[in-house]
Nanobody, 120 residues
Framework: QVQLVESGGGLVQAGGSLRVSCAASGRTFSMYAMGWFRQAPGKEREFVAAINWSGGSTYYADSVKGRFTLSRDNAKNTMYLQMNSLKPEDTAIYYC?????????????WGQGTQVTVSS
């Protein structure tokens, strides 16, 4: 099992920045990749960004490319999402997730989520 705990959400004005973190514990050696997803009220959950845990390759949704940056600290088993130039449409609950199987895009473990609110 892998446990994921998000932190760092909050309220920020449009154009501002925020960093959210995800700390992993448990069987972290089994992690192949980690990612961020978000869900806004009345909308389906959507992919935001992902990082390959060993190689560090990153992937971003088009909606956040150029504004969000994903990084990791392997020693701390922690992933960070730096969010710049935030827009009201970025308002959502942000979920951290971990994937253990390279052959599938399905995520096996999820955090409880952290609220990010961007005011206009």
């Amino acid at each position: 099992q892998v446990q994921l705990v998000e932190s760092g959400g909050g309220l920020v004005q449009a154009g501002g920045s925020l960093r959210v973190s995800c700390a992993a514990s448990g069987r972290t050696f089994s992690m192949y990749a980690m990612g961020w997803f978000r869900q806004a009220p009345g909308k389906e959950r959507e992919f935001v960004a992902a990082i390959n845990w060993s190689g560090g390759s990153t992937y971003y949704a088009d909606s956040v490319k150029g504004r969000f940056t994903l990084s990791r600290d392997n020693a701390k088993n922690t992933m960070y999402l730096q969010m710049n130039s935030l827009k009201p449409e970025d308002t959502a609950i942000y979920y951290c997730a971990a994937r253990t199987r390279p052959a599938t895009l399905a995520y096996d473990y999820w955090g409880q989520g952290t609220q990010v609110t961007v005011s206009s």
